[in-house]
């Protein structure tokens, strides 16, 4: 982790709850770095290992948290590198993550543990697979175990999608993200345009569809649930029911089951 300029403004330290409180901190220029290497481990390890309770004299049963009131950050860039994987390829790969321009608020952010629980206001970047987050909105929890995004607004290139939102999988792995890490999402009249979905699945590259939808949605990428859903795209089409998507991302190895309402 490394930075070009910083501010930090220390509040509290209360040594009952083993809690250290930041006011304000604003990052400008930073750049963050996690590689994983053959034995699973993150080199940003150091950081959690630090502030675990494993690390801590018996003083409470309570973990070490640091808290930061209000975080600013600018012109950041943000890397995920899995060493022991082969680099590359077109569109988004989560074992080589570069997410660069990154600026965002954020109030409320706590490291406890090895989870960050934050207030995020207008976040933005761009990541070189294609993929553009114009501007986010959400309450967030990051965990090695997942990502949640609860009341969440977030605008792409060209979609925009409202609802709560959250990734599963085991110590940070999202290797082969598309069949082994488990989302929901609970989308309220979300504009889903597929020019978006294509820099994470390059496969449905050229289907220039808008889709506006709402409902509930779970699974693998490969293996996706759809409840309760209302779909509307172009000026006639419309569907209201459930659907099960098997085969995603390969478009034409795609099975669909769908009971209809409407």
Known sequence: VSQSRYELNIGSFNADSLKLTFTDVLVDGGLCKMVTYPDNSFNIDVLFNIVSA??????????FSLVFNQVG??????????STSELGGEGFNGLDEDFYDVAFEATNFSI???????????????EKGGAQI????CQAILASSG?????????ARYSHIKGNFSMAYKDWDMADFNYRVNMKANLKESRIDMRDVADFAPALKGWNQVAYLSGD???TVNQLRAKRIELRTGDKTYFRGNVNLSGLPEI??????????Q
């Open 112 to 126: 406890i543990g090895d989870s960050l629980n934050l207030n995020i206001k207008k976040l933005s970047c761009l």
């Open 134 to 137: 114009k501007r986010m909105d």
């Open 147 to 155: 990502m949640y995004f609860n009341d969440l607004d977030f605008e």
């Open 217 to 219: 949605v779970s699974g």
């Open 54 to 63: 494993d690390t801590i004299p018996d003083m409470t049963s309570l973990p």
């Open 252 to 261: 034409d190895e795609t099975f669909m089951e769908a009971k209809v309402e």
């Open 73 to 82: 950050c600018t012109h950041t860039r943000f890397r995920l590198i899995d």
